[in-house]
């Protein structure tokens, strides 16, 4: 475990407004972006990886917990990022790809799960198992809940003792409402979690740890997932209130834990600061990074729409709303309306459905021709302040090269400077 994550989360227990983002995305230049702005701030970085992005089979991106990791090293190396500077997570672990099965075999894959994850070397484990399976009765129980997470978490000291002699494991429990990766409903106001509510499911898992005979590693215990009211779907952004989620953020004051927040996409900068002062000192961000990663890279569409003949260029947009449409198995249960509306969708929301597409080999490809094509026809400054004006700047200033992959890297940074600025406060806050 990265003494930087441990001394983040130990200086926001003692009081300074400091926090750490979680950058839960498996898009190479998303994490090539999150690896530059932690040597620009001289701070850790947390990647997690979703049990369903990234499983024992391969997941949906195709790659296991060790490749991965592997991915995500090479990624730091290149920034020239210390890898004790890395911290790898595992996110919502447990039974939720095989719900569909009885619990029995659900959890059996979930322990396997689990284990994959700690023998590659991930050491922040969000341990979530509030999903009913096939033969369940749902919702279940607080108690069924923690029951089942202490179970992966014994699977987890046992995996990490045998494979590292030792386990530095740190855990996160509970879960956010609604599902991770963006509401599928449209949502108008979300009431965060009662305080009753959390100190309940501490206790729950508490007990549980107990009785599974994980008394120490309840110690490492470090987070715990609640909603703070903070969510968005495909077309709005719910706004954090922290005068809703005033009472929810005091009673975690003073104990070991602190708050994570899900699906912090899209807040302002006085929101992220304000949930970091609250106590939620760990800030996820997915589908807000893919949405500004579309953004430059549509813009870079459109400049060289602007210097390209036509039988040359890329068509990047039109080339991936074509392999949307063809395998629409991503995004249909998600947007709704006429055709007109579903298009819009596909290519601007919030919920940012594309992102499952960008490893696509059809839309890859049209990727790599555009980027070729940027560098064989450089845009003139001029074209760049037309549609990347943030990074138009920053090449003027010289700090930022003209290369398109800069370019799109840079404007993900965007949104990073964000969380950094959330998150690392010059000179550190205290608490109020």
């Known amino acids: 475990m990265s003494d930087a994550f441990d001394d983040i989360l130990s200086r926001h227990r003692g009081g300074q407004a400091v926090g750490i983002t979680s950058v839960c995305s498996a898009n190479p230049l998303v994490l090539q972006a999150a690896c530059e702005q932690a040597v620009a701030d001289d701070t850790a970085v947390l990647i997690e990886a979703t049990s369903n992005q990234v499983d024992q089979f391969g997941g949906y991106t195709g790659m296991r917990p060790a490749d991965f990791r592997d991915l995500v090293h090479g990624i730091a190396d290149r920034a020239g990022l210390s890898r004790e ?3 790898l997570g595992g996110d919502h672990l447990g039974p939720n790809v095989w719900r569909s099965l009885p619990a029995d075999e659900a959890m059996s894959r979930a322990d396997d799960l689990v284990a994959a994850y700690v023998e590659a070397g991930y050491t922040k484990i969000h341990l979530d198992c509030t999903m009913a399976c096939a033969d369940d009765r749902d919702p279940l129980t607080d108690e069924e809940v923690a029951g089942r997470a202490a179970r992966l978490a014994r699977v987890a000291e046992q995996s990490a003792r045998t494979t590292f002699g030792r386990s530095d494991l740190r855990y996160v429990v509970g879960t956010e409402v609604p599902v991770p990766g963006g509401a599928h409903e449209e949502i108008d106001a979300l009431t965060p979690t009662s305080p009753e509510a959390a100190r309940a499911t501490i206790e729950a898992h508490r007990a549980a740890f107990a009785g599974a005979g994980l008394d120490e590693a309840w110690t490492r215990v470090v987070a715990l997932v609640v909603q703070p009211g903070v969510e968005f779907d495909a077309l709005r952004v719910v706004d954090y209130d922290r005068g809703r989620a005033r009472a929810l953020s ?34 996820k961000v997915g589908p807000g990074l893919t949405f500004a990663l579309r953004e430059a890279l549509f813009a870079l569409a459109a400049i060289e729409a602007e210097l390209v003949p036509a039988g040359e260029a890329s068509r990047l947009p039109d080339v991936v709303d074509e392999v949307m449409v063809r395998e629409p198995k991503w995004w249909n249960g998600y947007y709704e309306g006429d055709e007109a509306t579903r298009r819009l969708a596909r290519r601007y929301s ?23 094509n940027l560098r064989a026809y450089p845009p003139p400054p001029s074209l760049i302040s037309a549609h990347l004006p943030e990074q138009y700047a920053r090449v003027r200033a010289g700090v930022l090269e003209p290369d398109p992959i800069a370019l799109a890297v840079d404007h993900v940074r965007d949104v990073l400077r964000l969380y950094s600025t959330a998150c690392n406060p010059e000179p550190a806050r205290s608490l109020p």
């Open 85 to 87: 500077r890395v911290v």
């Open 250 to 283: 005091h009673m975690i004051e003073g104990g070991q834990l602190v708050f994570e927040a899900h699906s912090t996409d899209y807040q302002t900068s006085a929101n992220l600061t304000a949930l970091v002062q609250d106590h939620w000192a760990i800030l």
């Open 350 to 372: 919030y919920s940012d459905r594309m992102r499952y597409y960008w490893p696509d080999d059809r839309v890859s490809d049209a990727v790599d021709r555009l980027i070729g």
